[in-house]
């Protein structure tokens, strides 16, 4: 047989043409490193530091890939495979890619690599651990196109440098009044996150993001141009991201990590990716990584005190990690929703109402009806009377009386004795929005606030 002849049937027998192939990642070729010029203290902004944070509440925008690197970035996010396998378009015009790791290397390769691991760690002054590898390059993609094929058939490897016209009114907006922010006042479900920018951005409005400070005003941090990354401690603090405009295109990478250290509070919650995950994949990453956390605390406890012989010491240490592990486990656990009930939940209420909870909170108690609904709901176990909540409902109660601080996704604090606690502020305080949204449908405090 005529070898040319099978070189050439070899290659069309290939699923991945030469474009697609995906590079091997190499740090001296793909990482163009510097570190930040600026990192922005918790204390710069006027917040409190909690003891178990890092000082550090993010870092100006910081090279991370080469030229080189941005370009094989893209193409290992432009494969077949991952756009056949990872992507969903929340609306059109949007990409979202999940999961990329499990079909590219590179991918892979780049986040886990031990120098990459130091940049992230280093930027913020704690030896990080990836949260789980599905919270590796969450990629958020905005693109022309209407279809998943049509906006994938738009993505070359070169970045587009084409324009959008602005508008008077694009030119005009401000993230802090208008409404429309891309992700408004929250915080993170993971205590920090790097935000990679793959797009170019000359030309673009926006795209930044705005840090809510201790005296009430926001302080802007700038998005990150291409090939540039961000930290972000936005577990902690709360931040904005404002619309971008003025480019065809936008590709942004998102990796979530926590704290390395032992017995350090690990404030994670599945709270803001829920809806949007595949829980089949996330549940059991989840499990793994809150159980080998566990055990690991409980060995570095172990190796420890075996060597001591001071036992009254041991004892108020001991009970203390135990509490600490209760609350974790209980925590792992709830987060954990029956996937079932939960997107019954979200396609029941919608899926802007499972993000804007605690905001509709805020409203709905200020309705007239609000007291005598959501008492006699709680009193009289109108809703779900077996569920495991009452008893969160009791405890946090409890620690309510008695003064004490309560652990919650948007940060831990001492509850208002002055304020009634209903259920609904229990499931929120667990960042259970879908449960919450369930439970207010109940109250009937959603049909009254549906009215207004
Ligand atoms: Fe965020």
């Known amino acids: 047989m005529n070898p040319l002849k099978l070189v050439k049937r070899w290659s069309w027998g290939s699923t991945k043409g030469p474009e697609e192939k995906e590079e091997t990642f190499d740090p001296k070729v793909h990482l163009d490193y510097t570190p930040p010029s600026k990192k922005i203290t918790l204390e710069d902004l006027l917040l409190k530091q909690s003891p178990t944070a890092s000082p550090i509440a993010g870092t100006v925008p910081f090279p991370l890939l080469s030229s080189e690197g941005v370009r094989a970035y893209r193409r290992a996010l432009f494969q077949k495979d991952v756009i056949d396998k990872c992507a969903s378009s929340p609306f059109p015009g949007t990409l979202v890619l999940r999961d990329a790791v499990k079909q590219s290397k590179f991918i892979n390769d780049f986040w886990t690599h031990p120098e990459t691991m130091r940049i992230v760690s280093e930027a913020v002054d704690v030896p990080l651990e990836i949260v789980m590898p599905t919270e590796i390059g969450h990629t958020n993609i905005q693109v022309e196109g209407t279809t998943i094929p049509e906006m994938a058939r738009n993505l070359k490897v070169e970045p587009s440098l084409?324009?959008?016209?602005?508008?008077?009114?694009?030119?005009?907006?401000?993230?802090?009044?208008?409404?429309?922010?891309?992700?408004?006042?929250?915080?993170?479900?993971?205590?920090?996150?790097?935000?990679?920018?793959?797009?170019?951005?000359?030309?673009?409005?926006?795209?930044?993001?705005?840090?809510?400070?201790?005296?009430?005003?926001s302080q802007k941090v700038e998005g990150p141009q291409i090939g540039h990354a961000v930290m972000l401690q936005g577990g902690e603090v709360r931040h904005l991201a404002a619309r971008a405009k003025g480019v065809k295109e936008r590709i942004s990478t998102i990796t979530s990590y926590r704290s390395k250290v032992p017995n350090i509070y690990d404030s994670s919650y599945m709270t803001n990716v829920r809806p949007y995950a595949d829980m089949n994949t996330m549940y059991p990453e989840w499990t793994n990584y809150r159980l080998r956390k566990l055990r690991d605390e409980l060995t570095h406890y172990l190796d420890r005190t075996e060597k001591e012989q001071n036992f009254t010491q041991a004892t108020e240490e001991v009970q203390d990690l135990i509490n600490n592990q209760i609350e974790y486990l209980q925590r792992t656990s709830r987060q954990m929703v029956d996937p079932e009930y939960s997107q019954r939940l979200v396609k029941e209420y919608g899926k802007p109402a499972y993000y804007d909870a605690p905001r509709i909170w805020q409203t709905v108690r200020t309705l007239p009806s609000f007291e005598e609904l959501a008492f006699s709901t709680d009193d009289e176990r109108k809703w779900r009377p077996d569920s495991g909540y009452w008893m969160d409902l009791q405890k946090s109660m409890e620690t309510i009386r008695r003064g004490k601080p309560l652990q919650s996704v948007l940060g831990t604090g001492v509850w208002d004795q002055t304020k009634r606690y209903y259920m609904g502020d229990e499931l929120l305080r667990q960042g259970l929005n879908e449960v919450f949204l369930d439970w207010l449908g109940c109250t009937g405090l959603w049909e009254v606030y549906g009215k207004l």
């Open 162 to 217: 084409e324009k959008v016209e602005l508008s008077a009114e694009d030119r005009a907006y401000d993230p802090l009044k208008d409404a429309s922010a891309i992700i408004p006042w929250h915080y993170d479900s993971y205590p920090y996150v790097c935000v990679m920018m793959l797009s170019e951005t000359e030309g673009m409005i926006g795209g930044e993001t705005y840090i809510k400070k201790g005296d009430g005003e």
